[in-house]
């Protein structure tokens, strides 16, 4: 039996199979870099189908489940039979500021609603727009992909539904919600990897699945790389160090405070780890800094990194105290809109500078995951790596000096295995 896991995250959409044993059978990608970035839904539509005829046809028919990832906040309106009302919008639009005083007088104080490229924010500006009078569903990007294949409008998972106002704690919408009385449907919110419906009958015919393959209700593309990273122990936590750096940690209590940008999704309760259990939720807390991979690629080449890494002693403790950024503005772990860079004095010699930046984002990623104890957030006891930076065994090493607990690079790095792994636990009816 096969499970696939299919990720939409900014750059382009991938697909990754994967055994009972999580072994990868087979796995495909689509680039988004020659796409109309005006109006992506068309290119969401077709990279799906793409990427399903790229798996082997006979590995289709043994297919059992499917679980769709998408970037979080990234939303549409749908008419009553699904096609896309107007262009949607993207994770990081932010075109709904002048949302934030209403959203302010509604939402709890520190609630993920209050920004400006929330989902509800999104919605409420969209509510204002004339093409809203054709609108009967309010979707996300891994809902309606989901519904092209089960077929059934109107159904997330409460990790897309946090930022549309979803109270994960108690499982439902909140009372201030509800009393806004938008003349749109939101969706059903069901646990990450629920099986929705078995896929459509004519795309089981069309494309050689069984009609038994079970559609599941999909997360975010952040959390499918968590859940790919192989961490799921309170206390564990996932680096990425993309071009920015996020951190995200498993921790018995929740942490919000929209000040640092810092919110909570509940994770889906494994049946098969004993630490989670359905009376005692865990929650997934983290943060994003603005330093990070860009920083050093607008300083060196992939090849330079690689050759002056090797000539750097982790061991050697470096002076160089750096805030690195690209521009000024910081919102985690420090919040300061106007914080300065801080990239002086840089030495002459070039392997000092790279362990001079490699060394203070090692600081940072310290000081975010203190702060997140700080706040009441479980204590920190192993980190994963994912994104390019884990590549690095010099800053991996750097950084575990930083933290003082396990730093080990994350099993799998794709957030489509993530979203494979969510499939299969689903159709094993594992919450």
């Avoid at 860009?294 to 105290?321: K, V, W, Y």
Wanted: proline share 7%; charged share 15%.
């Amino acid at each position: 039996m096969f499970y696939l896991g299919i990720d939409f995250g900014t750059s382009g959409a991938r697909s990754i199979v994967i055994d009972t044993n999580g072994n990868i059978i087979s796995q495909a990608s689509r680039n988004f870099a020659d796409c109309d970035n005006t109006n992506l839904a068309p290119t969401w539509h077709d990279s799906l189908w793409e990427l399903i005829l790229q798996i082997p046809e006979q590995l289709r028919s043994q297919i059992q489940a499917i679980a769709i990832n998408g970037t979080s906040a990234t939303v549409m309106l749908c008419d009553a039979v699904g096609n896309i009302i107007d262009t949607p919008l993207l994770y990081n639009d932010a075109r709904a500021a002048s949302i934030l005083p209403r959203l302010q007088a509604l939402a709890p104080p520190q609630h993920p609603v209050i920004s400006a490229t929330s989902s509800l924010a999104k919605l409420l500006w969209m509510q204002q727009q004339p093409s809203f009078q054709q609108a009967a569903y309010f979707l996300h990007q891994a809902d309606w992909l989901a519904f092209l294949l089960h077929g059934k409008l109107g159904i997330s998972d409460y990790h897309n539904a946090l930022k549309l106002g979803y109270d994960v704690a108690v499982l439902k919408y909140p009372e201030w919600l509800e009393n806004l009385e938008i003349p749109v449907k939101l969706p059903q919110v069901l646990s990450p990897g629920t099986p929705i419906a078995a896929i459509k009958s004519e795309i089981a015919r069309r494309y050689n699945f069984p009609t038994t393959c079970q559609i599941c209700a999909g997360t975010t593309d952040s959390i499918a790389a968590f859940f790919a990273s192989g961490a799921k122990t309170p206390g564990e936590a996932v680096t990425s160090l993309g071009s920015t750096l996020v951190i995200k940690l498993l921790s018995h209590t929740p942490i919000d405070n929209s000040a640092f940008g810092i919110y909570s999704h509940r994770f889906p309760n494994f049946a098969n780890s004993p630490h989670l259990t359905s009376t005692q939720p865990i929650w997934l807390v983290g943060g994003a800094s603005n330093t990070g991979g860009a920083i050093l690629r607008h300083f060196f080449t992939d090849e330079q990194l690689i050759q002056l890494s090797s000539q750097i002693d982790p061991q050697s403790p470096c002076e160089l105290d750096y805030y690195p950024l690209l521009k000024p503005g910081e919102r985690f772990p420090i919040n300061d809109a106007n914080l300065a860079p801080r990239l002086s004095p840089r030495p002459s010699d070039d392997r000092e500078f790279l362990h001079g930046l490699l060394s203070s984002m090692a600081r940072i990623e310290a000081q975010g995951y203190k702060l997140l104890q700080q706040l009441g957030a479980t204590p920190l006891v192993r980190v994963y790596t994912a994104g390019g930076g884990a590549k690095n065994p010099v800053w991996t090493e750097i950084r575990s000096q930083y933290l003082q607990v396990p730093v080990t690079n994350s099993r799998h790095r794709e957030a489509a295995y993530g979203s494979a792994l969510l499939a299969m636990w689903g159709s094993w009816g594992r919450w």
